[in-house]
């Protein structure tokens, strides 16, 4: 069975939860995960005066993301920065492509998940997932979060992301803090999470 884990990362922060995703989810017995990027909108030009040319271009070996993966995968789990409490353009304009896939039913029943990243605490992460999960919703998806039999959202001892919703992390202001041991451990956990789930529907 294939999970596609499907990213968008201008810095690298979802990047790095997107692999652990799929470290995560190839455990599973029966499991193959495979990591994909969806297509970038932005000119190099403006990715270089935005600081983030270098890490655009260390993703070059990632396979982009097609319709036709979504439709081959038995579950999707999808990751995104935070937009001004939303999805990146660059996934909505990927999601936005898969209108031939809606009217052929190619994603009922399908598992899915999202994760997200923003710069600060309360930079809209939530926001992000619930406005993410009606496009899920419309493709006849089941919604898989992030449960709180995941004992690492409970705390109150860290700046850390995850939520019943889905994990996520807290880039910073800066950009310069990466995904924290615990907010790997999030998407690791949705991402086996998702994946045995997959298993049973199939079953």
């Known amino acids: 069975m294939n999970i596609a884990i499907v990213y968008y990362s201008m810095y690298g922060h979802i990047r790095a939860m997107a692999r652990a995703a799929a470290e995560a989810a190839n455990q599973v017995p029966g499991i193959t995960a495979t990591v994909y990027r969806v297509p970038e909108t932005l000119s190099d030009d403006i990715l270089g005066k935005m600081g983030a040319l270098d890490a655009a271009k ?71 997932i619930l406005t993410f999960i009606p496009t899920l919703l419309h493709q006849g998806m089941v919604v898989v979060g ?35 041991a615990r907010d790997l451990d999030g998407v690791r956990f949705q991402a086996r999470h998702l994946a045995e789930i997959a298993k049973k529907l199939a079953a």
């Open 58 to 128: 260390a993703q070059a070996d990632v396979p982009l993301a097609t319709p036709e993966v979504l439709a081959e995968a038995d579950g999707i789990l999808f990751g995104t920065p935070t937009r001004f409490g939303n999805m990146t353009g660059q996934m909505r304009q990927f999601l936005d492509s898969t209108g031939g896939l809606w009217a052929k039913g190619a994603l009922v029943g399908k598992p899915a998940g999202v994760f997200t990243s923003s710069g600060t605490q309360h930079g809209g992460q939530e926001s992000t």
């Open 146 to 180: 992030l449960p709180y039999s995941f004992q690492g959202q409970m705390g109150v001892d860290e700046v850390m992301g995850g939520s019943p919703y889905g994990a996520s992390t807290i880039a910073g202001g800066d950009g310069s803090r990466q995904p924290s």
